[in-house]
């Protein structure tokens, strides 16, 4: 009975250090895809403060468009 309860322990202490190491791979993801949509949005706001009135006819439909 004793090696059991040591064992449900040891399985559970790895449990949990492999839930602490999935979330934190999973933060370190979430913030580098944070970062890759805040450049993007950088970028389309730059786009806009150069030359928005074309930007934005370049999605005016024309004709049978």
Known sequence: M???Q???RRSSQDEEAVTE???TDVAER???LDDD???I???IDEVLENNAEE???SFIQ???E
């Open 2 to 4: 004793a090696q059991e």
């Open 6 to 8: 040591k064992h449900q």
């Open 21 to 23: 190491t999935v979330e």
């Open 30 to 32: 979430r913030e580098a």
């Open 37 to 39: 949509v805040d450049a």
């Open 41 to 43: 949005l950088d970028e």
């Open 55 to 57: 930007f934005v006819k």
């Open 62 to 64: 024309k004709g049978g």
